[in-house]
C-alpha cells in the first residue's frame, strides 16, 4: 500500500510535467492548426541553459531565468520565423519545425557535447523528505509536482478569468474576428508561442535536474507528448491534463511493479507455459514494456475513440 | 466623407474579383449595398478590415488605411460585423460583449447595458454560452459586440439573412438607431424592402464593380438597373 502511494505521488510529478510540455504544444495547435515538432527541443533548451545558468547564480536562478529565456527564443521563432512561413500553409510550417528541431539539437551538441552534462536538484532538494519500503522519496518531487500544478492553475486563471485570456480563447478559434474587435492578433500569437516555450524551457529545467541533460532528451520526449496531445484531443487543454496523468501515472506503475507478463497472466488465473514455445514472450517484463505502453495506448485510442478523450473532431 | 474609396482591387489567389471599385461614406449615412450573390459585396467589406489581398487607396477619415493590418483598422474606429455572424460559440453572451469594448471608446458610447436594455433576451442569457442563441439572436449579439467599440463607421454585412420577419424588423431597428446615434452605415443587404426602406444611399454592384449609385428613389425609377443587377 505504501509502495502503491509512492509510486502515485512519483507518476503524478511526472504526469505533471509532462503536462507543462503537452499544454504548450495543445495551444500552439489550436493557433497554427499543426503540431510543433520542435517542442520538445524547447524543453531541452530550458534543461541546458537552466544547467548553464545554474553555474553562475546556483539552481533556483536557472529555475526563473531559463524558462524566460527560453520563452523569449519562442517569440522571436514565432515572429521572425513561423509567421513567414505561415503563409505557404500547413506543409511548410511542418517542415520548419521539424528543421527547428534538427538545428537546435545541433546547436546544443555544439555548444555543451554530445555527452550528458552534470546537471542535478541541488543538496537541499535531493534530501529524502520520507522513504517508503526503502525507496527515499527526494524533495525535488514534491517541488516538480508543486512547480507544474501553479503553472498549469496561473494559465487557467489567465485564460478563464481575465479579458486577455478571452482574447486569447477567441483568437485561437476566430483569428479573423478578433482582429475585427481591435485585437492584435498576430502579437497574441506571439505571446501564445512565448508562453508555450517557456512553460517547455519550465519543463527541462526540471526534467533535465531530475533526470538526465543530454542532447538526446529531446528525441525521446518529443514522441510521448505527441502521444499525449493525440489521446487527450487536438487542442483540449483538458483532455491534454487528463492524458498527461494518465501516460505519467501508466508508466511510472508499469516501472515500478516489476513483473513478467507470465507472472501477470498468472495472477488474472491463465496458465502459460513458461517453458513452452512462448517462453521468451511470457518473460518479458513490464517495465521493459513500459516505453511502449504510451504508444500502445495511442494506437488503442486511435481506434476507438479516433478524437481522443475530449477532442472536438475525429483526426 | 468619412470614407473614400478609390480604384479598389482585391483577389482570392489568383482569382481577380474586384475590378476598380470606387465610392464614398458619408458621415451619418446609411449606404446599402445591393447586388445578386458572387459579385463581390462580402470582398469589398473584406477589403475594407484589411482582409484580403488587394490594391487601391482607402482613405478613413482623411487618414490613408489601405496598408494597416486589421485590428488597427478597427481601432481607428471601422466596426465590421461579417457575414457568417461569428459569435465566440464558447464563451458567454457578457464575455462576447466584453470582447467588442476597447479600450479607446468614448464615455457616452455603446454599454453592455445598452445591449441588455434594448435586447432583453440577450440580458436573459446572459451567462451562456453564445453557440446556444438562436440565430437571430447572435446576429443581434454580433452587432451589439462590435458597437462595444464605438465605431464611427460599421460594415454589416447581410445581418437578415435567413432570419424570421420578426427578427428581421428587430435588426433593421437597431440599424436605425445606430445611424441615429452618428455612427455611419455601409449595410451589405439581399432584401430590397428592407434596404430601401431604410437606407439614405444605394450602390449596386455587378460583377466586382459598382453599377449604379444613387437614392432609393433614384433606383426605385430605374426598372433596368433592378431587372439586370438585382432581381433573379
Ligand atoms: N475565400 C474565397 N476564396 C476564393 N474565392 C472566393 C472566396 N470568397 C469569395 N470568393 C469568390 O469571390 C466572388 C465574390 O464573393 P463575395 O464577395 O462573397 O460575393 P457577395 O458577398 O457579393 O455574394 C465569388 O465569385 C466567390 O465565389
Ligand atoms: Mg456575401
Known amino acids: 500500500m505504501a509502495l502503491f502511494l509512492l509510486f502515485l505521488a512519483n507518476g503524478l510529478a511526472y504526469g505533471l510535467t509532462l503536462f507543462l510540455l503537452s499544454s504548450g504544444v495543445t495551444l500552439i495547435f489550436s493557433m497554427m492548426g499543426v503540431l510543433n515538432f520542435a517542442h520538445a527541443s524547447f524543453y531541452m533548451l530550458g534543461a541546458y541553459l537552466g544547467f548553464q545558468i545554474s553555474q553562475v547564480t546556483g539552481f533556483w536562478g536557472g529555475l526563473v531565468l531559463a524558462p524566460l529565456m527560453v520563452g523569449v527564443i519562442g517569440g522571436a521563432v514565432e515572429r521572425y520565423g513561423l509567421r513567414r512561413v505561415h503563409a505557404h500553409g500547413h506543409v511548410a510550417e511542418l517542415l520548419y519545425t521539424f528543421g527547428l528541431a534538427f538545428l537546435i539539437e545541433e546547436i546544443v551538441q555544439l555548444i555543451w557535447g554530445r555527452s550528458a552534462v552534470n546537471y542535478v536538484f541541488p543538496d537541499l532538494l535531493r534530501t529524502p523528505i520520507f522513504a517508503i519500503a526503502g525507496l527515499d522519496y527526494p524533495a525535488f518531487r514534491v517541488v516538480m509536482a508543486a512547480i507544474s500544478v501553479m503553472a498549469f492553475l496561473m494559465l487557467l486563471l489567465l485564460l478563464l478569468r481575465t479579458r486577455v485570456g478571452l482574447v486569447v480563447q477567441s483568437a485561437l478559434t476566430h483569428a479573423r474576428m478578433t482582429a475585427m474587435l481591435g485585437h492584435n492578433v498576430p502579437m497574441v500569437f506571439m505571446s501564445v508561442f512565448a508562453v508555450g516555450s517557456g512553460l517547455a524551457g519550465l519543463a527541462g529545467v526540471l526534467g533535465g535536474a531530475a533526470l538526465v541533460t543530454e542532447p538526446m532528451m529531446a528525441q525521446q520526449l518529443g514522441p510521448i507528448v505527441f502521444v499525449i496531445v493525440v489521446i487527450g484531443g487536438l487542442g483540449s487543454l483538458f483532455g491534454a491534463f487528463v492524458a498527461s496523468l494518465a501516460v505519467g501515472l501508466l508508466q511510472t506503475f508499469a516501472v515500478g511493479f516489476d513483473r513478467s507478463l507470465g507472472q501477470l497472466a498468472s495472477s488474472v488465473g491463465l496458465a502459460p507455459d513458461a517453458s513452452g514455445n512462448f517462453a521468451e514472450l511470457w518473460s518479458i517484463s513490464l517495465s521493459q514494456i513500459a516505453p511502449l505502453l504510451p504508444y500502445m495506448l495511442l494506437i488503442l485510442m486511435l481506434v476507438v475513440r479516433p478524437r481522443g478523450i475530449a477532442g472536438k473532431r475525429d483526426l | ?232
Open chain 2, 1 to 232: 466623407m468619412i470614407l473614400e474609396v478609390k480604384d479598389l482591387n482585391a483577389w482570392y489567389g489568383k482569382s481577380h474579383i474586384l475590378r476598380g471599385v470606387s465610392f464614398n461614406v458619408k458621415p451619418g449615412e446609411i449606404l446599402a449595398m445591393l447586388g445578386r450573390n458572387g459579385v463581390g459585396r462580402s470582398t469589398t467589406v473584406k477589403a475594407l478590415m484589411g482582409d484580403v489581398e488587394k490594391t487601391g487607396e482607402i482613405t478613413f477619415e482623411g487618414n490613408r488605411i489601405d496598408n494597416l493590418p486589421t485590428h488597427e483598422i478597427a481601432r481607428l474606429g471601422i466596426g465590421c460585423v461579417p457575414e457568417d455572424r461569428q459569435v465566440f460559440p464558447t464563451l458567454t453572451v457578457h464575455q462576447n460583449l466584453i470582447m467588442g469594448l476597447q479600450s479607446q471608446g468614448r464615455d457616452d458610447g455603446w454599454t453592455p447595458d445598452d445591449a441588455f436594455q434594448l435586447f432583453p433576451r440577450l440580458a436573459e442569457r446572459a451567462g451562456t454560452e453564445a453557440g446556444s442563441l438562436s440565430g437571430g439572436e447572435q446576429q443581434l449579439l454580433t452587432m451589439m459586440r462590435t458597437l462595444m467599440g464605438n465605431p464611427k463607421l460599421i460594415l454589416i454585412d447581410e445581418p437578415t439573412e435567413g432570419l424570421a420577419p420578426r427578427m428581421v424588423a428587430q435588426v433593421k431597428d437597431l440599424i436605425l438607431e445606430i445611424a441615429r446615434r452618428g455612427t455611419s452605415v455601409v449595410l451589405v443587404e439581399q432584401k430590397l424592402t428592407v434596404a430601401l426602406k431604410i437606407a439614405n444611399r444605394v450602390l449596386v454592384m455587378g460583377h466586382g464593380s459598382i453599377v449604379f449609385e444613387g437614392t432609393p428613389a433614384d433606383l426605385a425609377a430605374r426598372e433596368d438597373v433592378r431587372r439586370d443587377y438585382i432581381e433573379v
